[in-house]
């Protein structure tokens, strides 16, 4: 369906449109965002089941929360940092303690937002929402994903978070690919060593495989698109085949994929482990491939960790 | 039921709530016993309800935004018959769902609630949600008033009026006072009657605690307005019990058995 290179929050926007041709249920509410977050479509398709709630994002979580006690599906969207941590505790309390089925879905996470910088730029988003008790965190690599992880988000019974990001990605998977949620995808096989990654890393650590394939490693790419629940098997597997991982992400070192890999393999199967991601600071303006390459999340950055796991293998 | 019944009703709603809180020494007192009339009215009179059919899909819906007034709650849905009453007796016991901050666990409890100042927001969503699907069932919302100093209210507030969601009911449990003092001297709310007119609310104004005047307030709303309601209801704290009332450290004390027994002998005569 898409490929080359296109923005998974575009791919939200069409996916939404279409989920609302479908089933009558689902309604969307922003906060102060249309095009940004790009509901536009659904807002100009089904402006009845549409709500602009203003720049009040905990309410909105509250209002969504009302909506799908009633039986609705709401899609409650807005940037990933306003998301997680202006309206963690709406989300936790109303959305999370009562199970209800909100999809919160954002755009911007990561550190590629351009020029709006640290107060825009989410690095600790997937953490925030990895600690909300029974949350499904899914985090697509492309625009592809995006699309079908919409899809099955709508079709779980339960919260849900959704992550997207702002920039134009290249597109990796096919859009026939099966998704499910809970599922990790094996993208390239190997057994030196196994690159975990998630989100938009997705795409780097598999640039980063090819370049070490070249030099004779072999790599192993596995991505997880739900980093809640973890596809444990898979990881496990990765593990005793390749002992030793590096983790990739567009997040903060500290919460999120990374740490969840940690989390499973010191008790399961424990491998030297080396995880690329935001280290402890906040962002700042800039170009994306300024910003990737200042935070150290480039293909160099993989494969400088993965140099160093096979050293201490 | 006659307003007499009502009044008897919410007496007996009292004792059971003392007598909650005195066999499970935890609980609040005061904030239970300020909203019990109101409550009574609610589920006895005023709301399609059906304790039978608690989920049915025509009922109003009431969610305690001010969750720590859990004994009020339950103890009207108890009488009301929605549950035994073996789970007031066993108050805070691990395995019984009655919890300090009420849960969807519970029949006729919507949702979770206990962290100050969320109920609004849902509450509007359970009303947007009734006119998207064109039903005609009402929501009501009990917030305290210390809660509205939490800013997220008046969020939902700006949403209701937006919406023009005149199947929802803000009822405003009065009391003036707040966990340590009074809210005057805390954060003040006033002028709250100017402050939700100007936030585009139908605003009605009652003793809370005399079932003549709720009654009067509630039958007077006009759910066609295009307006969302407020109910300012002035209550007093610990009502009906002379040591506990206007006093802030009953918010959540627990009387000892002199207490009790003094609360009891003073509701047993009351002139109801």
Sequence with gaps: MYSGLKSMREAFGDALADLGKINDKVVVLTADLTDAIKVTKFSESYPDRFFQMGIKESDMMGTAAGM????????ATTFAAFATSLANQPIRVSVGYNRANVKIATSHGGVCVGA???????????????LIPKMTVLVPCDANEAYKATFAAAEFDGPVYLRFGRVATPVVTSFDDPFTIGKAKVLREGS???????????PTALSAAQTLGKEGLSVKVIHMPTVKPLDEKALIDAAKECKCIVSAEEHSIIGGLGSAVAEVISSEYPVVLERVG??????????PDEILKKYHLCETDIIEKVRSVLNKK | MTIKELELKANSIRKAIVNMIYNAKGGHLGTSLSEVDILTYLFFSCMNIDPESPKKEERDRFILSKGHGSEGL????QARGYFPEEWIDHYMDHSNPLTIHPTNKVPGIEVCTGALGHGLSIAAGIALSAKLNEKNYKCFALTGDGELQEGSNWEAAMFASQKKLDNFVWIIDYNKLQLFKSVEDTVSLEPIRGKLESFGFDVHEVDGNDMTGIHNTFSSIDFTCGKPHAVIAHTTKGKGISYAENVAAWHHKIPNTQEWEQAIKELNNARV
């Excluded at chain 1, 030196?192 to 890393?201: E, F, K, N, P």
């Excluded at chain 2, 339950?74 to 849905?77: E, G, I, M, R, S």
């Design chain 1, 68 to 75: 799908a006690v009633d039986g609705l599906i709401p899609f």
């Design chain 1, 116 to 130: 709006d910088g640290a107060t825009h730029q989410s690095f600790e988003d997937i953490a925030l929402m990895r």
């Design chain 1, 192 to 202: 030196d060593v196994a690159i975990v990654s998630t989100g938009s890393m997705t």
């Design chain 1, 278 to 287: 935001v280290l402890d600071t906040f962002g700042e303006s800039g170009e």
């Design chain 2, 74 to 77: 339950y103890c009207t849905l």
